[in-house]
């Protein structure tokens, strides 16, 4: 095989070599990825995970009656009497309207290496109840009769009851004292009414009774709401910048700021299907077993307090670069070797390519420990320090080495920026590949690349016959030819 054919292939092998490098390296970023959702479950776990808000809902219990004939018995066949039935049950009523308030106080926290949102929820919810007629209930049987009884039971339901720091509730300006519920309505955990002290049917149908909760939820990463009400409205402050709202409405017009946001939703209850979806699961155990969980989250909106920036999702974008980075430096040096008629070795273009690598590696370790901006400063000088000093010897001099080190930093410089620019990360990236990719047709426009690699195959030594005696005179030829 010729030399100048061997060569490209040896290159061509060394860049899948080099891809597959790449690969693990960023295999490394995806393993510390799943670290990291470990341990924000880990520190979820260890408080409250995310938090789902539900209610108040007030549940009315009621009692059906009915009488139905029973046979006496075989002894005394075809006759009859008369057995009054009962069925007992509880009716949810749903809030006329729900208005929330609530201020949003987010932290960090750490967990080994690992840091994840934790929040304090500082909320007030408002609304008020129509006390329906008994007409409302689905009866068992036409005939029947049904009476609301008893005492109306207020609930509340939260996906980590456990992050409840203090929670007050007003009902028809009476103070009602609440405690954990048996029921886990959609598989959440609730607080009703502390039983006995429920409160007395005291209301009329028709009426409008007013009530007000009162609460403080500590949770991790983001918090949603269950549009129960015939209207809902959703206000929240918070000091984080970097929300990312989801469910199934946006708030109107949020405004994000470099300390926090505003985010304001409005929702009717024709828009969603919130309260029949809640209802029931409210209906029985049974319900809930059936995935009324599911169907519960699905109907929620709210916000989750992401990093756009944390050292993960960089080093993951950083390291689809990896291959672009290395085939252009590779590149660079192939142009020398071709321009200026220099020889370098396989070996050579791999120790290139190895350091380029090992920069995401550094990049990620150094990040866990000093922050993405000190470690990519810290990274991309060591990577570049080392090559430049390395071409400076590989190219047989400073002045070769120079243009190629200015080059890495361009490059290193602009991932950094397309790193940071978010939303217009993928505009910027193909902007400075199509800006690349012209600097290079425009400087090689003129160049008669026939002859430029005809020049470098003759510039190979050529390889002596089988069996030839190498005497002194061929090992000096053969030397001033190299």
């Known amino acids: 095989m010729k030399p100048f054919v061997f060569k490209a292939l040896s290159v061509l092998a060394l860049l899948w070599v080099l891809w597959v490098a790449s690969l693990i390296a960023a295999g490394v970023v995806d393993d510390r990825l799943r670290y990291r959702e470990a341990a924000r479950q880990a ?79 500082e909320a007030t919810l408002t609304g008020s109840f129509k006390v329906p007629a008994t007409d409302v209930i689905l009866r068992a049987r036409r005939d029947s009769s049904a009476r609301f009884m008893g005492t109306a039971m207020p609930l509340l339901a939260f996906s980590e009851a456990r992050g409840l720091r203090s929670l007050t509730l007003t009902i028809d300006g009476e103070a009602v004292a609440v405690a954990p519920s048996t029921q886990r309505p959609g598989g959440l955990p609730a607080v009703q009414a502390a039983a006995p002290e429920g409160l007395p049917l005291r209301w009329a149908p028709g009426t409008v009774v007013p009530f007000t909760v009162k609460l ?70 049974k319900n809930a077993e059936r995935g009324d969980a599911t169907r519960v989250h699905a109907q929620a909106f709210g916000v989750r307090m992401i990093d756009p920036v944390n050292i993960y999702s960089l080093s993951d974008r950083a390291t689809k670069y990896a291959m672009l980075f290395i085939t252009l430096t590779l590149a660079g040096f192939a142009l020398f070797e071709l321009f200026k008629q220099l020889r370098l070795h396989p070996v050579q273009y791999a120790l290139v390519g190895l350091a380029l690598v090992l920069f995401f590696l550094l990049l990620l370790s150094l990040a866990e ?77 003129k160049v008669d690349w026939f002859a430029l690699f005809a020049q470098a195959k003759a510039s190979l030594p050529e390889k002596r016959p089988p069996n030839t005696p190498r005497t002194a005179a061929t090992y000096v030829q053969a030397q001033g030819a190299e």
């Open 43 to 121: 520190l979820g776990n260890s408080q409250a995970g995310e938090q789902l808000v539900v209610g108040p809902v007030l549940q009315l219990p009621f009692e059906e009656r009915w009488f139905e004939d029973e046979p006496l018995g075989k002894a005394e066949e075809g006759r009859f009497r008369k057995v009054e039935r009962i069925v007992a049950g509880h009716y949810s009523v749903m809030p006329e309207a729900l208005d929330v308030v609530g201020r949003l106080n987010v932290t960090q926290r750490g967990y080994g290496l690992f840091k994840s949102n934790v929040y304090d929820l």
């Open 216 to 285: 403080v939820l500590t949770g991790t990463e983001a918090v949603n709401f269950l549009p129960i009400g015939t209207l809902n409205t959703v206000r929240l402050d918070a000091n984080w910048p970097h929300p990312s709202f989801g469910g199934n409405v946006l708030p109107t017009q949020p405004q994000v700021r470099a300390d926090g946001f505003e985010a304001h939703w409005q929702l009717p209850a024709l828009a969603s299907e919130a309260q029949a979806v809640w209802r029931a699961a409210l209906g029985t155990e």
């Open 369 to 445: 420990r000093v922050g993405f901006g000190w470690a990519y400063f810290a990274s991309a000088a060591a990577c570049i320090g080392l090559i430049g000093y390395y071409a400076a010897h590989v190219l047989q001099g400073w002045r070769r080495s120079l243009p190629l080190s200015l080059g890495l930093t361009a490059l290193y410089g602009a991932l950094y920026g397309l790193l940071n620019a978010e939303e217009n990360a993928l505009l910027s990236g193909s902007l400075m590949l199509f800006a690349l990719l012209a600097a290079v047709m425009v400087a090689t426009r």
